[in-house]
């Protein structure tokens, strides 16, 4: 008989990914399927974030509203960075639980199934060379993880303290998983890593020397993947060659996540980010140039800000509004200071810290300005044509919508083809940062 799984998957990419292998995994080896309904669940996973406060706060609260309300008999487990962070501490808080499994050892998730109380969170482990059970269903996009773990030391992060020391998946691992997903009708990749641009500078198996732009161009050789992106490079690594493969590979989708995280060099110094506001702005720029030499001048630029950091001054602040009117952000993910465990900014001393509500301030200000700039710039779309890769009907509302090419979502009114397929679309309105428009062309 088959048993119910029911998953809660918090934070980034990486969690649903690895969610999605722990669910692969379970599916072929443990016979169970997913169920929406905690209550009729054998197995309840939490598969935890713990880059910021409340997600970690909330955990606890989550499991003592499971416990309370599943079946009889039916285990509990709590996996991903808090599982790491946290470990066996979980347990003695919450005896309910019946395992902990570390972001860093997802592979193990059949070994704990069947281990009362087990605690594996070896940050050390390396999974790099398993090979994860494929997935029952597939749609027409995936995850494709390229590497484990991070060595920045950032200062705010606790994610090297989770997810360990960064290691590349081999190459021909990952060509091998892209032609699986591209015969299972999967048309766009989406590559995870903590600095995937950073991908071939450690294997933990003996491995030719590769570097990011090269996987790139290889995956894009696959017949049946259409679209590639990737998230997150970080900036320090934007390197020439990097940049020209972006630019005139027509199968890497024309938007690219550059985490900022401040716009003042001398917070960048304490955050240890290894960059400056001035290398930040060069290297956009190198980007438009690259691209608009071969003839691509809608590039797509998404980034993550971090206001209120310890000693940002309001000149410091200001130099971060100054990046976000250059740049012109296509999306904004913003957030205030989050101090975590085991980072080096965690017991900054007091005098530096930034009041809430001068934090608070600032955020609303930072936010109000990304949509004053994304109402600009939806408007600027208005006649434009994109090419968009239709990923849901609406037939009751006799609307479609999908992504395009630099990751604005476009709602579709005369769309009457299948899901998967690639159109071309005129935008014809914009209120807000929507976009709506026509099909005027069929792949």
Request: one cysteine or more; proline letters at 3%.
């Amino acid at each position: 008989m088959t048993k119910k799984l029911y998953i809660q998957t918090l934070g980034c990419a990486m969690n649903e990914r690895d969610s999605e292998h722990i669910i692969a995994e379970l599916a072929q080896k443990e016979r169970y399927d997913l169920t929406d309904d905690p209550k009729q669940a054998d197995l309840i996973l939490i598969n935890t974030c713990s880059v910021r406060e409340k997600p970690e706060r909330k955990l606890f609260s989550e499991i003592g509203q499971f416990a309370l309300h599943k079946k009889q008999g039916a285990k509990i487990g709590v996996c991903g960075c808090t599982a790491s962070h946290l470990g066996g501490e979980i347990i003695k808080k919450s005896p309910h639980v019946d395992f902990v499994l570390g972001a860093r050892n997802t592979s193990k998730i059949t070994q704990v199934l069947h281990t009362p109380k087990a605690v594996e969170v070896d940050i050390d482990y390396d999974d790099s060379t398993y090979v994860f059970a494929s997935p029952q269903t597939m749609g027409i996009k995936a995850l494709l993880n390229i590497s484990i773990g991070c060595d920045k030391k950032c200062s705010y992060c606790i994610v090297p303290f989770t997810r360990g020391k960064e290691i590349s998946i081999p190459q021909d691992l990952l060509l091998n998983e892209a032609r699986k997903l591209a015969a299972k009708g999967v048309k766009e990749l989406l590559l995870l890593g903590q600095n995937v641009n950073n991908y071939g500078v450690r294997f933990s198996v003996p491995h030719e020397k590769v570097d990011f732009a090269t996987l790139l161009h290889n995956l894009s050789e696959i017949d049946g993947i259409e679209r590639l992106r990737f998230t997150s490079p970080h900036p320090l690594h934007m390197n020439d060659e990097f940049l020209a493969e972006f630019a005139r590979n027509p199968k890497i989708c024309k938007s690219i996540h550059i985490p900022l995280q401040s716009g003042s060099s001398k917070i960048l110094k304490a955050m240890k980010r290894g960059y400056t506001k001035e290398w930040y702005l060069e290297r956009v720029a190198k980007l438009r140039e690259f691209c608009a030499r071969e003839g691509r001048e809608d590039v797509g630029i998404s980034t993550d800000i971090i206001v209120g950091f310890p000693g940002e001054s309001d000149a410091d602040f200001e130099d971060t509004l100054d990046v976000a009117r250059q740049v012109r952000f296509d999306t904004m993910y913003s957030f205030i200071y989050s101090p975590r465990p085991h980072t080096s900014a965690y017991n900054t001393e007091s005098s530096l810290l930034v009041d809430s509500e001068v934090a608070k301030e600032r955020l609303a200000t930072l936010q109000n300005l990304h949509r004053e700039i994304l109402a600009q710039k939806s408007q600027d779309e208005i006649g434009r044509v994109v090419e968009v890769l239709v990923e849901n009907h609406h037939k009751q509302e006799r609307w479609s919508e999908g992504r395009s090419d630099h990751n604005r979502l476009i709602k579709i009114g005369n769309f009457v083809g299948d899901i998967g397929e690639i159109v071309r679309v005129k935008i014809t309105n914009a209120q807000g940062g929507s976009l709506s428009g026509e099909v005027i062309a069929y792949a």
